[in-house]
């Protein structure tokens, strides 16, 4: 599969987030062009912090490829790495990671802060703006859509 492709997977996992209700983020893990695990964010729905879908998406990769180590993988996300999952990325050796939309708030692949820029044992190539467009539309729509659910229960 194409980058472009694989992106598509993580936009189609963003929607289903957004239809639990949740963030609109979605991650795809793959080796070689070849899907080896999706997810998106749960952290609503399973009431759990740890439920971006970058680490799930890397735990179900785990799994699947039966280590820890996934320095022959790549992750496509749709929303620039927090701090802890670039943590993640880092940990899993992760060989590159390519996201959509910036994250201005949290986002630790040079929006905010550039984790990989620090001396730690690994360094992922980053690579950003792939289907941003589409990545960040998704987020302010579910953003506009809370901020008017929050002015209705106001009006009531």
């Not at 979605?26 to 970058?54: C, P, Q, S, W």
Request: charged share 30%.
């Amino acid at each position: 599969m194409t980058d472009e492709e694989l992106m598509g997977l993580a936009l189609e996992e963003a929607k289903k987030a957004a239809a639990l209700g949740e963030v609109p983020v979605g991650a795809v893990v793959a080796k070689d062009g070849e899907l080896i695990a999706l997810a998106h964010n749960t952290r609503e729905t399973e009431k759990n912090a740890l439920h971006h879908a970058e680490l799930l998406a890397i735990d179900a990769a785990c799994k699947k490829l039966g280590g820890w180590r996934l320095w022959q993988c790549e992750l496509f996300v749709t929303l620039e790495p927090c701090p802890m999952c670039s943590g993640a990325i880092i940990n899993s050796r992760i060989k590159r990671v390519v996201y959509g939309a910036k994250d201005t708030k949290a986002g630790c692949c040079g929006s905010l802060v550039d984790l990989f820029a620090y001396p730690f044992n690994h360094h992922p190539v980053i690579e950003s703006g792939l289907r941003e467009q589409e990545a960040a539309a998704l987020l302010q729509e579910f953003f506009a859509m809370l901020r008017r659910k929050r002015e209705e229960k106001k009006g009531k």
